[in-house]
């Protein structure tokens, strides 16, 4: 047998249109499944098929008469007349040289007569048949049953077009959405027009999400339209609004034009309230521009890259953004973390915990070590948690993460229990860790696996404005503190602190933030304030521990003010822990030569 029919000269565009039009589809349509039955009723065929013809295959929308649900490509009868764009009609298939050996014609469902007519498109591209096949060889149609065969193809296609508007418009705003724009999108690159396309993101999808909770979906819905009228406003000329994502909506801006020009309007409006069912709510408006370009069209996200400026704008409160290359490689980056990440929880050796000493201020001993999280990242090489622990903290990825963490400081503190050292190790978690009673559970569990006492382990939180439920956090510290633990509130002095706060949760201990420490020398200000932040806190009767302590003049200031811990690189950087059993050994030893050298005088 041949290879088939040969392959148009169009046939790149030909296989785009398909996939675009006519996505593989394994559920039946009703419309389909009626226009096969009564076409098959209409000629008495035994068998009438809508085949799509793709790449390698013909796979069939509807059918009636057959049982399989595609077959190869080379096997298509239909595949000759996607050449000629005309009706075809096979009489005898035996007595025609291009089938008498197709496997459909020799085996089953052993065709001897074919006749399909093609679903062509608006552009004159044909995407496949209606076609009707008796397994007994048949006299031609006549004219009549030609033209009512090509009238029951051409309800094929009103079909597959109702469907294909039907999926590119959102319904509650009946807006184009953002299949049809990146359509749209690729139609300007093709003809080389220059625009600009716009990103409007109005809301965080938390916003939304925090709002439909408190006041429902209708008004959230009524929100959105009423954003939407709002930005019809500012629309050029013969353009459409798209709305991209239940938070965003965008459009394409003919020529080019200066951003201040193009954005300030739209930022400038929505400074005002919209009122929606008589609530006025502020609106968070981000922009993103980008200019579209034909060069590299295939390769560019367009889209993905004005959401993300438009964001950008948004959280750095700009009102509006330009697109720049920077704003896309820290996403990139972003995501190369976090999409790496779970798999560097299974593989091991790609993270591990350093250990840096808190240092009693009186005796001089090591009361406590911090875990601190190195990640060697397999592309980027050794990430620093403050990059990625934020990021990681909006993700579901925080628990997993966490629980490693959790698991390596109680199997390495019950390791040095059994050595008989005697410090604590403390160790971060962030306000998602608290968020629900995970955490704290698989603690219970670890500890009593291990057979480890809780108070062997210290927890470092930091405040934080992403606390959501802070009534659940009080109470899952509460759980660590009923364990025995020590609570520190890491990074004491910047951004959120605040007394009140301190006081509604069972921490035991404040840690100084090394910003405060970092600049005592130098600033009598910052002098008073550290001082009063320590007697405040004394006062309290908390724990206080000096973090950053670089110089012996800092250490000297916090230790005369009352700290009762210190740590930073003075004493010690963060080790591994085989370097910090070294490191605490050979102070041992250097105080036992201390007091020795004492006693002789
Ligand atoms: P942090 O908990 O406040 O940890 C102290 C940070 O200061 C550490 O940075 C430490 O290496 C650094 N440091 C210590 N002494 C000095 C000093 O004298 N001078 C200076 N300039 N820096 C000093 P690192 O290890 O990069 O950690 C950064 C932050 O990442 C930590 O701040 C903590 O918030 C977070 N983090 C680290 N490990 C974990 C973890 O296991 N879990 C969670 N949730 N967060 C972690
Ligand atoms: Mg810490
Ligand atoms: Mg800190």
Redesign the pocket.
């Known amino acids: 047998m041949d290879k088939g029919a040969p392959l148009p000269a169009e046939e790149a565009i030909r296989l785009a249109k398909v996939a675009d039009l006519c996505p593989f589809e394994s559920n039946s349509d009703e419309v389909f499944d009626k226009v096969v039955s009564m076409t098959a009723e209409f000629f008495d065929a035994p068998i009438s098929l809508i085949t799509i013809v793709e790449r390698h295959r013909q796979w069939f929308r509807a059918r009636v008469g057959i049982d399989v649900n595609e077959t190869p490509r080379e096997t298509s009868f239909y595949a000759y007349s996607v050449l000629t764009k005309e009706p075809l009609e096979v009489l005898d298939a035996r007595l025609d040289d291009r089938f008498k050996d197709n496997p459909l014609v020799t085996g089953p469902p052993f065709i001897r007569y074919y006749a399909g007519a093609p679903l062509m498109t608006e552009d004159g591209l044909s995407l496949g048949s209606l076609c009707i096949i008796d397994t007994k060889p048949r006299s031609a149609l006549n004219k009549r049953e030609k033209s009512m065969l090509v009238y029951f193809a051409e309800l094929v296609m009103l079909r597959i077009m109702g469907v294909r508007v039907r999926n590119f418009v959102d319904q509650p705003t009946r807006l184009f959405n953002r299949l049809r724009l990146e359509e749209d999108i690729r139609e300007v690159l093709r003809n080389g027009e220059t625009s600009q396309l716009v990103a409007i993101d109005v809301l965080t999808p938390k916003f939304l999400n925090d709002m439909v909770k408190a006041l429902g979906y209708s008004f959230a819905q009524d929100l959105v339209l009423a954003i939407k009228d709002r930005l019809l406003k500012f629309l050029p000329e013969r353009c459409h609004l798209y709305k991209v994502s239940p938070t965003r909506f965008g459009f394409i801006s003919p020529g080019l034009h200066p951003l201040p020009q193009l954005c300030n309007p739209i930022v400038e409006d929505f400074k005002e309230p919209i009122e929606c069912d008589g609530i006025p709510i502020l609106m968070q408006v981000g922009v993103g521009v980008l200019a579209l370009e034909s060069k590299n069209q295939l390769t560019q996200d367009w889209l993905r890259l004005v959401v993300s400026t438009a964001d950008n704008a948004r959280d750095r409160k700009t009102g509006w953004a330009g697109y720049e290359s920077k704003f896309d490689e820290a996403h990139q980056r972003a995501f190369m973390l976090l999409s790496y990440l779970s798999n560097a929880l299974k593989c091991s050796g790609q993270l591990w915990?350093?250990y840096?000493p808190q240092i009693d201020l009186k005796t001089g001993q090591c009361t406590c070590v911090?875990?601190?999280?190195r990640w060697t990242h397999p592309v980027l090489g050794l990430v620093?948690?403050?990059e990625f622990?934020p990021l990681v903290q909006k993700t579901a990825l925080m628990q997993p993460l966490?629980e490693w963490?959790l698991h390596e400081v109680i199997r390495q503190a019950k390791a040095w229990q059994l050595e008989g050292r005697t410090f604590r190790i403390a160790?971060?978690?962030?306000v998602s860790d608290l968020e629900s009673s995970a955490f704290v559970d698989c603690t219970e569990s670890l500890l009593d696996s291990f057979g480890l006492e809780a108070n062997k382990i210290e927890i470092?939180f930091?405040e934080s404005e992403l606390i959501t439920n802070a009534a659940e956090v009080s109470i899952q510290l509460q759980r660590l503190r009923n364990l025995g633990m020590e609570i520190s509130i890491?990074?004491f002095g910047t951004g959120y602190s605040n007394w009140t706060y301190l006081r509604q949760i069972p921490a035991t201990t404040v840690k100084l933030d090394?910003s405060l420490t970092?600049r005592l020398n130098e600033d009598e200000k910052n002098q008073r304030l550290v001082k009063t932040l320590i007697e405040l806190a004394d006062r309290l009767d908390y724990r206080i521990v000096a973090?950053?302590?670089?110089t012996e003049e800092v250490l000297r200031l916090v230790k005369e003010w009352g700290c009762t811990e210190g740590?930073?690189?003075?004493f010690a950087k963060?080790m591994s822990a085989e370097c910090l059993v070294a490191w605490l050994d050979s102070r041992v030893l250097r105080d036992d030569q201390r007091a020795l050298l004492t006693r002789l005088g």
């Open positions: 915990l350093m840096q911090e875990a601190l999280l620093n948690p403050a622990i966490s963490i160790m971060n978690i962030t470092e930091t890491d990074d090394q970092a973090e950053g302590i670089e740590q930073g690189y003075l963060p």
